[in-house]
């Protein structure tokens, strides 16, 4: 009996080792995405963005002061035959003043290379469209994307995000 006990603890106790590893690992990921204000990716059925489908982000914002950087997340396959994408945006802000705009996304420089980082034949870029910007007012806010390019719909765009983030200084 007494060797079944100190069996049964040798086996907890590695058991409990992985545990603290695990709390300890959930512990610094999160605590590396603190500037992250908002973040989301919405996907394409048969990785196609057909144009009525509309990308809406809507986001809860209480904080005026701090300055924050938006950007915009796009996933393509390697054989996207554009080296960019048109988009068509529009803002509703929380005292219903809407904004209307259209977008250039430059996926690729002049000598064909995407943009971003790849892994086989997928890319994502991280499109930067506005630095140190301080929300005027609290409250909800609502993003828009819709693409504005000719072919409907348009072939190999996978997923579509918004990422707010804090500025660093």
């Not at 009996?1 to 603890?9: F, L, V, Y």
């Not at 590396?32 to 989301?40: A, F, Q, R, T």
């Amino acid at each position: 009996m007494i060797t079944r006990i100190n069996q049964k603890s040798i086996r907890q106790k590695p058991t409990l080792k992985i545990a603290v590893l695990f709390c300890v690992m959930v512990f610094l990921l999160s605590s590396c995405n603190n500037d992250v204000v908002y973040s989301k990716y919405e996907k394409f059925d048969n990785n196609e963005w057909h144009a009525k489908d509309k990308v809406v982000f809507d986001l809860d914002i209480t904080d005026t002061l701090t300055l924050n950087d938006i950007s915009l997340m796009v996933r393509h396959a390697d054989a996207y035959p554009f080296s960019n994408l048109y988009l068509f945006v529009t803002t509703k802000y929380p005292d219903g003043k809407v904004i209307n705009d259209t977008m250039e996304v430059v996926l690729a420089d002049s000598k064909g290379k995407w943009q971003g980082s790849g892994a086989g034949d997928i890319f994502d870029f991280k499109v930067p469209i506005k630095k140190n910007v301080r929300f005027p007012l609290s409250g909800k806010y609502q993003f828009t994307f819709e693409q504005g390019m000719r072919p409907d719909p348009l072939p190999l765009i996978m997923d579509f995000g918004f990422e707010i983030e804090k500025s660093k200084k």
